[in-house]
C-alpha cells in the first residue's frame, strides 16, 4: 500500500514529499522505521531518541490529526492513501 509522507522545516531538506510503500498493516512507526533505513543517520538522529522513543518535540500528523489522538500512539494502524506529515522541534519567540 502506498502513503504519502511530506516533512517540513528542516525534514522538507531531508524528506521532501515522498509516496512510501508500506505493507498492509503497516503502523506509524513501522513508516518512521522504514524512513530511518530509508535516509540515514541524519533522520534517524532528528526523529528518534537514544532508547527508540519519538523524540518528544516531534510532531507527526496522519491526515491532519496529530497521532496522539488515537489511543494507539505510533502503533496506529495506516491505511492506504494515508498522509502523514512530520514536523520538527519548533522554537520561537
Given at each position: 500500500?502506498?502513503?504519502?509522507?511530506?516533512?517540513?522545516?528542516?525534514?522538507?531538506?531531508?524528506?521532501?514529499?515522498?509516496?512510501?510503500?508500506?505493507?498492509d498493516?503497516?503502523?506509524?512507526?513501522t513508516?518512521?522505521?522504514?524512513?530511518?533505513?530509508?535516509?540515514?543517520?541524519?533522520?534517524?538522529?532528528?526523529?528518534?531518541?537514544?532508547?527508540?522513543?519519538?523524540?518528544?518535540?516531534?510532531?507527526?500528523?496522519?491526515?491532519?490529526?496529530?497521532?496522539?489522538?488515537?489511543?494507539?500512539?505510533?502503533?496506529?494502524?495506516?491505511?492506504?492513501?494515508?498522509?502523514?506529515?512530520i514536523?520538527?522541534?519548533?522554537?520561537?519567540?
Amino acid at each position: 500500500m502506498v502513503v504519502s509522507v511530506k516533512g517540513y522545516l528542516t525534514f522538507r531538506d531531508l524528506m521532501g514529499q515522498r509516496q512510501v510503500d508500506i505493507l498492509d498493516g503497516a503502523t506509524l512507526r513501522t513508516l518512521l522505521e522504514q524512513l530511518a533505513l530509508d535516509l540515514g543517520e541524519g533522520y534517524t538522529r532528528q526523529v528518534f531518541d537514544a532508547r527508540g522513543g519519538l523524540q518528544p518535540a516531534v510532531s507527526l500528523l496522519v491526515n491532519g490529526v496529530h497521532y496522539t489522538h488515537s489511543q494507539a500512539g505510533l502503533g496506529m494502524a495506516l491505511h492506504a492513501g494515508d498522509e502523514i506529515a512530520i514536523f520538527p522541534p519548533m522554537a520561537g519567540g
